[in-house]
């Protein structure tokens, strides 16, 4: 062990660490919810990807990539199987050809119509495991997701 680098500092990252905290979090939540939708043939990005395409109008791809927080690539990546599946389908934009739109196939809202129950039932014994907090919390996590500064915008930015 380095004298620069003690044990304290592995401590300090283990104990206040959000960055740790959020992605052990996210990923026990994830595996939870992973499990319980099993039975459907969907995992949790999956299912937060076709309840996200549930809107009157078929959204753009850059929509649901801002309101899951993923980039495009990794995004078109997650289409992929869920059309094969037959659940959504992607399509060029009518007024605009470098648009591509996202919609829900009879058979994905079929589907979703089977998951919703188990997710409400999942995410209430979620919220129960958080208590009386669950809003805040909801409310601090947005927060983070879409109010951080983008960290390349900010390294390419002279100082002022």
Known sequence: ???????????????????????????????????????????????????SLNRPEPPRVA???HLLAMDRTTLTASIKPLERRGLMTSFQDDKDRRVRRLKLTDEGRDL???????????????????????????TNLLALTFALPDPDEELSDPAP
């Open 112 to 138: 979703l119509e089977k998951a919703v129950p188990i997710w409400r039932e999942t995410h209430d014994r979620i919220d129960k495991v958080v208590g009386a907090d669950i809003d805040r919390l909801r």
């Open 1 to 51: 062990m380095r004298e620069s680098l003690p044990l304290s500092v592995t401590l300090e990252v283990r104990d206040r660490c959000l960055c740790l905290h959020l992605q052990r979090a996210a990923r026990a939540v994830g595996r939870y919810f992973d499990e319980v939708l099993r039975p459907l043939g969907l995992t949790n990005g999956q299912y937060s990807l076709l309840v």
């Open 63 to 65: 929509e649901v990539a």
